[in-house]
């Protein structure tokens, strides 16, 4: 079909064109998105109302569960009514604000994670002065820059992408709007903008990465420096839940925008971008859960509360 011939709009092939596995796969990924949807709640609002949880670590913990809520919202409802639906047309419109959304809640994402690398190594390495450095000012100062960071970014890129002429197939063979299954349809010589594209991918994946890495060097070389094996063990609780959440995001993600295009296959990239806007949004709550004697208590005390109303 050519896009002239479907009008202002995009088809999402899916994940598969197996029709017996559509319901199956239905199934599958409804269970995913309401784990996903309870597990990230649950974190959300006992950050909100335990007081215990009334700290920095937590505040980003909260804006983190609040942004995988989106993340899994903005393709999980539109992936689970194409696989029971043979109407799988997706707007020109609603593919640019997918597109949007997407591209603003993962460069946002990447710089929050950074936010909490930073507020890790304060709590490790400066702990005496902790609140005094990481305060609400500072907290709120940190968060906004990640969202303003992410949203010149989603619109920089989303507008280079609908500004270029789709004059060929409307078939997209991926399960949500990015961006370079849709620069496949462009009838236009794309090399100028996937070069842009990359040096925009390394800056927005690789800065926050690199202050992540700068803060658990120093982080590290406190831990060595300390003489008590309590210390490293509060150490190494505080930091492990988020080092294991920043390897599950920028790793696929990574893999998917840095890779040489060489490297790329459908089956991997659609593999890898399952990885990083369904499963870790999943995961995080079930992370952050595992070891975390304050979030456990938090859950109990809240259990209890709603069982003695």
């Not at 100028?192 to 202050?211: D, G, K, N």
């Not at 094996?229 to 390897?247: E, N, P, T």
Request: proline fraction near 4%; aromatic fraction near 14%.
């Amino acid at each position: 079909m050519n896009f002239t011939e479907g009008g202002n709009e995009f088809v999402l092939w899916g994940l598969s064109n197996y029709p017996d596995l559509q319901v199956l796969l239905f199934i599958v990924f409804l269970l995913v998105y309401i784990i996903t949807m309870l597990g990230n709640m649950l974190i959300f609002i006992m950050a909100m109302v335990d007081p215990s949880l009334h700290t920095p670590m937590y505040f980003f913990l909260k804006l983190l569960s609040f942004m995988d809520i989106c993340y899994s919202s903005v393709t999980l409802p539109k992936m689970l009514v194409n696989f029971l639906s043979e109407d799988k047309r997706i707007s020109y419109a609603g593919c640019a604000t997918q597109m949007f959304f997407l591209i603003f809640l993962g460069a946002s994402e990447c710089f929050l994670l950074a936010a909490m690398a930073y507020d890790r190594y304060v709590a490790i390495c400066k702990p005496l002065r902790y609140m005094a450095i990481m305060n609400k000012k500072v907290c709120l100062s940190l968060t906004v820059f990640s969202w303003f960071i992410g949203n010149m970014v989603s619109l920089v890129q989303t507008a280079w992408v609908f500004t270029l002429p789709f004059c060929g197939s409307n078939q997209i063979n991926y399960f949500f709007c990015d961006i370079p299954p849709l620069i496949k349809l462009s009838c236009t010589d794309t090399s100028l903008y996937e070069m842009q594209l990359f040096i925009a991918t390394v800056l927005v994946i690789c800065t926050p990465f690199s202050l992540i890495l700068v803060s658990y060097c120093l982080i590290l070389s406190n831990i060595l420096k300390m003489a008590s094996s309590d210390g490293l063990q509060k150490a190494f609780s505080i930091c492990s839940s988020h080092i294991l959440v920043v390897s599950l995001y920028y790793g696929s993600s990574s893999l998917i925008y840095l890779r040489p295009k060489s490297l790329h296959t459908q089956y991997n990239n659609k593999f890898l971008a399952l990885t990083y806007t369904t499963i870790t949004p999943m995961l995080n709550p079930i992370i952050y859960s595992l070891r975390n004697k304050e979030v456990n208590g938090a859950i109990r005390r809240l259990v209890r509360k709603t069982m003695n109303r």
